[in-house]
């Protein structure tokens, strides 16, 4: 029944930030009899609804969900509260909230309310459990998102042609698996180069090709204020959400477009100060999706936590690389990435990991 | 049976060129009574070492061989007059011989004589079989070498960090797997940069770390003639050839060292005369180990059969990439490879190919 949470808790990741995703079944005689999972503000928490939406008796049930039942009265009255008076009998949960609020005082409320805790899970499902939550956690503990970006280049490395064509050098497998990710990401961002080479909408489609809503919102980095009010991007009502350094530049308003000034280092937008708007908005989650540029500067900064690497058996030349100069010297600086994944998406590969932090590299410049 | 076949002649490869490798086996009763691969010239063709070393009765049994045994007399006497002497009833065997000498004319002799032919393979086992004579059919038809790219890159497509380290971005079991790839080469080709930056041995070693041999050959292009005497390319006991535009500036003996003074085509070795030289000397398969600019320069020239990228999972950035400009600028004229194959080293991944040729272009320009 873990199978059951877990799919519930990834089912909404992209959905319901700043709250994590979560899931949660309950079961009696080891059958499901019922499950829910979290609401985005100001609706319930998963725990909540799976008791509300219970149809059979729950007391002396079991309760399953993927993060520590949240303890303190905040947007919603704490899950503990709910759990204790339905009658349930055991939580099986594999993981903290990394909340500090949280943290451990949910089972202890739990416990103490005579509800047995079971936490007895392999590496695998913690692990999985940690992944869900792991934008949460990031802004939780650095106020920082947590960015992943996506590449899409040949086999030698190159992004684009010389006359920068991008257009398509991965297969349409891989394509449509990076819209989905888009899916599961609070918001996607780019630069303004990506904007006016690619003309992107950045959205992701449902197999009607109706705008599914999702990503919730889009990022773009626009130093100089260049953006046009015609670009694709627009044409979707989710939110776009532009910064600038000169926002008099940009003299055109639209409903789903918000505007943001902030500092200039060396005639690009200050990111430590971007990253702090988008935590203080709720934006937990970011993939980003643009060019050299923007990669190189997130990467050279340690704000990059994952990523895509969508590799196509082409060869292209060139100097249109995916990642220019981030000051490594030596090979024992390289980059390592950890907790590896290969897919297979026709002729492509995805291979996808996270960043190896050094030990001696603070997150957050 | 063909199994068997198929891997003697294998294990023969980069072993026996001018010679295309072949393996056969001689059945009896549906039992394997002898065996023979292609020995070096001057020696025997695997048919009739596989005859000659036979101690059971030959008589009516069947010759399984993997290319149609030739039918002329060259170093050796034609194989076709072994075997109709020999008292072999059938021949089975999956290719003609792509050598005109031959070419169908093999089978004629041995149907002419009362042997029984069969030629019902699966597509695999053609592709198989050809792809073992790959290097002397591109011989045959363009007088000129096979030639494979091996490239080992991080996962952004650099092969080295901008103060030029490379050593390691990859796993040793993918360096294992590139020596042990060089051994299935008539010779490995390298730059002079390669040279002076990582001074390596090209050498195929066993698992007691003693030298065998193989590669047979390496090739070293030295325009201006820099290579140093003590280079570490010299130590074992392979013939090096050395291609310069100015012989007179390498004032140094080897015994295993032989010169070609070549073109000059901006400043660079001629290639053409290079690819021409090396398939008069019965070098028919090599594998390029280089860096940047004769990857590129190999492409850009339509010289490239096929490639090896071991891709690390790792992140360098900067600016050196395994393949420079060959001048594509829009995306349909992409390289496009062919037959891939993706083998796991570790972390790493191996991913194989042959170039896909365009309809109009020709491969020797």
Not at 95 to 104: H, M
Not at 256 to 273: A, K, P, Q, Y
Not at 308 to 319: C, L, M, T, V
């Amino acid at each position: 029944f873990i199978e059951r949470a877990f799919l519930l808790a990834e089912e909404s990741l992209g959905q319901v930030s700043p709250r994590p995703s979560v899931g949660a079944v309950i079961i009696k005689d080891n059958k499901l009899i019922s499950e829910g999972k979290t609401d985005p503000q100001p609706g319930n928490h998963a725990e909540v609804n799976a008791i509300n939406k219970c149809n059979e008796d729950i007391v002396n049930s079991t309760l399953i969900c993927t993060l520590e039942p949240h303890s303190y009265h905040g947007v919603s009255p704490p899950c503990t509260e709910a759990i204790i008076k339905s009658g349930i009998k055991k939580v099986i949960c594999p993981i903290e909230d990394p909340n500090p609020k949280v943290s451990g005082n949910g089972f202890r409320q739990l416990i103490h309310a005579g509800i047995e805790i079971e936490r007895n899970f392999s590496k695998k499902h913690i692990k999985r459990a940690k992944k869900i939550i792991e934008g949460f956690e990031k802004s939780l503990v650095y106020k920082i998102p947590f960015i992943s970006l996506k590449i899409a280049s040949s086999i030698d490395g190159k992004i684009s042609t010389n006359s920068n064509q991008s257009k398509w050098i991965t297969s349409e497998k891989s394509r449509n698996y990076g819209r989905l990710l888009r899916s599961k990401y609070d918001a996607v961002m780019t630069g303004i180069n990506t904007i006016e080479s690619d003309n992107p909408q950045l959205t992701f489609r449902d197999k009607n090709d109706n705008n599914t809503g999702y990503p919730r919102h889009k990022i773009v980095l626009d130093s100089n204020g260049k953006i046009n009010q015609d670009a694709k991007i627009f044409d979707s009502n989710e939110k776009t959400i532009v910064f600038t350094t000169d926002k008099n530049k940009i003299n055109f308003k639209k409903n789903n477009l918000e505007i943001f000034e902030v500092g200039n280092i060396d005639g690009r937008t200050n990111l430590s100060e971007i990253m702090k708007i988008l935590n203080n908005l709720g934006i937990h989650k970011i993939l980003v999706e643009s060019g050299n540029i923007l990669n190189t500067e997130l990467i050279k900064k340690n704000f990059v936590d994952k990523v895509y690497f969508f590799i196509s058996p082409k060869i292209i030349g060139g100097d249109k690389t995916s990642v220019g100069d981030i000051g490594i010297q030596n090979i024992k600086d390289i980059i390592m990435l950890r907790d590896l994944e290969y897919k297979y998406l026709d002729e492509d590969i995805l291979l996808s990991g996270y960043i190896k932090e050094k030990n001696n590299v603070f997150r957050n410049n």
